[in-house]
């Protein structure tokens, strides 16, 4: 039996009739081509939407816009790569209709539209929503270091300055007993010539005087850290090691684990970002009332207030940072607090009464102390402190203890937690390769971020309903939406069909999705595309 043969090379072929025909209808470009015609580009903010009446005719926006949106879906995300593509990709010859921008036009439409590619992004969480896709009940919240385009050795702060600045003095003063050897002519002559060595002194002499200009410039920004190549990003510790990287934090909706929020900073920490990114989350999502968990590294007291305000519960496990545990000292667990009294009982049955309240990191704190400790035969394990034990409590310190009792009352939330949003990261880093940022400056990978978040969501979507559903239910709300905003025949013609379709499905008989060979109705016969 032979293996299976392609064509022969030289052998005339007959090519389907049109392009179309190489495009299958469950091929997500048809999709990518449909949403960005539906999206009105010039509110969004893209600019160049209206072209200009004079001057040599740009690109449209949206012809770009798909070409990113189709490359982050399919790995390409470089501009050279796009430009390469779009040159031999037949699905990107179908979506952009042969049109082949180059690299620099590419490039500058990214770093042109942050904004707009943002509110694309969000236009197409609302579709989702529109769609049903969110439960609105149980989001989870997490965070993951993406590498900034900033190499490690581009990273300085104060500490590793000082080190370099050492180093370049021991080397100097090394150079210098080296030049002293020749002008003594010593027997054994050193490896370098003393033009050599005056040459390495002054190199040396002038990475000195830069490093002391970056500490200066360090001193007076205030900043712990300073990045030379993206001045945003920060060095992250990342599990493996440190790196210079953006934390990214996304919100995940437990009924499809669909991204409902995102954000990037350049905090390296978690602990201000629960509040945030629940409150974006639940805007979103529009609801009432809404449950959001998150790892330990979110738990902070005052995030889980401003959450409470919000009407959203929190599900935060306690960290263990408590130092008297380290030392092997009871812990603040051990002592029972008594709200009727505002006391603490300690592990020896002493009562810690209050004693005062001070401002401690902007926070109200309240100290307890007890008269007992002198005389308590257990003092050793409780305290290293002669005068006793201190015990502190923030004023609003019951909205944490509530919250421990819930999630002591339902652990399963905190497992259903990993399984709701860890997998996003993995796929981004791995699956999508998008662990790291082309761009720099915080605006820029914001802008960024939005696209590998839309085009996760489109995977998930694409995978959930299939690109002929989704394709059918996104003209179906464009036909609505512009009836609503343009009542006119013609989108009433549409409308019609639309009722029908839509009484075909709730009367369960097969409904009739846009095909390539029999579609219902295109997007331009709806009257839906470009006004540009
Ligand atoms: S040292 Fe003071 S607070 Fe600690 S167990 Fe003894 S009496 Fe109680």
Known sequence: MPHIQGVQRD????????????????????????????????????????????????????????LYIYGYLNRLRSSR??????????????????????FKTIADFRKDNLQPLQKVCRAFTLLCKELELFGGELVAIDGSKFKAWNNRKRNWNDEKLKRALQEIDHKITSYLQELDAHDRQDPNPP??????????????????????????ELAASGESQISLTDPDSRSMSIGQGVEVCYNVQVVTDA???????????????????????????KEVLGVETLEATADMGYAHGEQVKQCESAKIVAYVPKPHTSRSQR????TKDDFRYDAIDDAYTCPNGAVLTFRFQTTEKGRETRYYATNACGVCPIKARCTENKRGRRLTRWVDEHILEEMEQRVQTRPEILRQRKELVEHVFGTMKRHMQHGYFLLKTLAKVRAEFSLTVLTYNLKRVIAIMGVPKLLAALLDQAILEKWLSQPDMQVLVKLIEWIDRWLCRMMKRDAKFPTRTSRVFTHSDAGLGRTA
Request: no cysteine; proline share 6%.
């Open 11 to 66: 052998a005339v072929l007959l090519f389907p009739a049109s392009l179309d025909e190489y495009i299958t209808d469950d091929n997500p470009v048809r999709f990518i081509d449909a949403f960005v015609d539906q999206l009105d580009l010039q509110e969004l903010g893209f600019r160049r939407a209206v072209a200009a009446p004079t001057g040599r005719p740009a690109y449209h926006p949206g012809d770009l816009l798909k």
């Open 81 to 102: 790569l796009l430009e390469r593509e779009s040159h031999r990709n037949v699905e990107l010859i179908w979506l952009l209709k042969k049109l082949t921008p180059d």
């Open 191 to 216: 490896r370098l010539t003393a033009l050599e060595l005056q040459a390495r002194i002054e190199q040396l002499r002038v990475r000195q005087e830069q490093y002391q200009t970056l500490r200066e």
């Open 255 to 281: 009924k499809h684990k669909l991204i409902v929020a995102n954000d990037v900073t350049n905090d390296p920490t978690d602990s201000d970002q629960l509040a945030p990114m629940a409150i974006g989350a």
């Open 327 to 330: 030392k092997g000292l009871f």
